[in-house]
């Protein structure tokens, strides 16, 4: 099970970190995805880190200015998020996949949280 926090309203220029915590399962056998869905869009990646955290990987939307981090010892992923843009908007979606490469689609990801919601003003 996992569960997204950290969500919310913030201004252009901004900073958020988005928090996702895993229970029920051995949290560092799995890689670890943030992705997003906008209103009337698909889900997109946004960001993926290895089972050790060696490997990261980022949408060329976000590169520079978000962060993806995780700590195995609390079972809980970080998305954290700097020089936020109204196109940011979205629901934020973690992602756990029990495939060993980091992955950036949203189909080999095996389980998913319940969103949470990030909204930037202009």
């Known amino acids: 099970q996992l569960q997204a926090s950290g969500g919310g309203l913030v201004q252009a220029g901004g900073s958020l970190r988005l928090s996702c915590v895993a229970s029920?399962?051995?949290?560092?056998?799995?890689?670890m995805g943030w992705f997003r869905q906008a209103p009337g869009k698909a889900r997109e990646f946004v960001a993926a880190i290895s089972r050790s955290g060696a490997i990261t990987k980022y949408a060329d939307s976000v590169k520079g200015r978000f962060t993806i981090s995780r700590d195995n010892a609390k079972n809980t992923v970080y998305l954290q998020m700097n020089s936020l843009k109204p196109e940011d908007t979205a629901v934020y979606y973690c992602?756990?996949?029990?495939?060993?490469?980091?992955?950036?689609?949203?189909?080999?990801?095996?389980?998913w949280g319940q969103g949470t919601q990030v909204t930037v003003s202009s």
């Open positions: 992602g756990a996949d029990r495939a060993i490469v980091v992955a950036a689609t949203d189909r080999e990801y095996d389980y």
């Open positions: 029920g399962g051995t949290f560092s056998s799995y890689v």
